[in-house]
T-cell receptor, first 113, second 110 residues
Framework: GENVEQHPSTLSVQEGDSAVIKCTYS??????FPWYKQELGKRPQLIID?????GEKKDQRIAVTLNKTAKHFSLHITETQPEDSAVYFC????????????FGKGTKLSVIP | NAGVTQTPKFQVLKTGQSMTLQCAQD?????MYWYRQDPGMGLRLIYY???????DKGEVPNGYNVSRLNKREFSLRLESAAPSQTSVYFC?????????FGPGTRLLVL
């Protein structure tokens, strides 16, 4: 199965600074790379995703970059705000047609006002 | 449009008791999933149903059974609960790649 590692496990940044979370995966057939955000006591929600034929995708203050050769992808959050405080999960999909996402263990981001 | 709903929100069981967690979606999604979330472990897939009439094991299926009752509903059954099954259980559904999660069921097994 897919082995997924996220780093760091916790991250504290000052409001307005940038945050970067990295996800490393093992399956070279992986072709879909989402990031989910889970606020305290809430359900996980998709915030951004990227497919293997694209190197970078942006949506306002968040972006995802993919390095398929090195088998890692990263979440970038710029101009962080207190509402960005949450746990973020990467969840690569092993192969096209698979229904299974393999979630990383999560990164707890704290944005200090 | 309620999305994905789960019942109950919270449950306390004694070791050996059985219970069924209910999940329903109103988005006409084909695929449904059950995950458990433990501190520091992320979300781990228990079972999934790619379409009505099919179910498959995920990463941690032992101690659980599932039923895809119809396209809308996917239930998770614990036949004989154990303290190791204390967790938060999330149901999810999808049409394509994006999974939509329910609000979760917090289960405590004493």
């Amino acid at each position: 199965g897919e082995n997924v590692e996220q780093h760091p496990s916790t991250l504290s940044v000052q409001e307005g600074d940038s945050a970067v979370i990295k996800c490393t995966y093992s399956d070279s057939a992986s072709n879909y790379f989402p990031w989910y955000k889970q606020e305290l006591g809430k359900r996980p929600q998709l915030i951004i995703d990227i497919r293997s034929n694209v190197g970078e995708k942006k949506d306002q203050r968040i972006a995802v970059t993919l390095n398929k050769t090195a088998k890692h992808f990263s979440l970038h959050i710029t101009e962080t705000q207190p509402e960005d405080s949450a746990v973020y999960f990467c969840a690569p999909r092993g192969w096209a047609g698979s229904y299974q996402l393999t979630f990383g263990k999560g990164t707890k981001l704290s944005v200090i006002p | 449009n309620a999305g994905v709903t789960q019942t109950p929100k919270f449950q306390v069981l004694k070791t050996g008791q059985s219970m069924t967690l209910q999940c329903a979606q109103d988005m006409n999604h084909n695929s449904m999933y059950w995950y458990r979330q433990d501190p520091g472990m992320g979300l781990r897939l228990i079972y999934y149903s790619a379409s009505e009439g099919t179910t498959d094991k995920g990463e941690v299926p032992n101690g659980y059974n599932v039923s895809r009752l119809n396209k809308r509903e996917f239930s998770l059954r614990l036949e004989s609960a154990a303290p190791s099954q204390t967790s938060v259980y999330f149901c999810a559904s999808s049409w394509g790649e994006t999974q939509y999660f329910g609000p979760g069921t917090r289960l405590l097994v004493l």
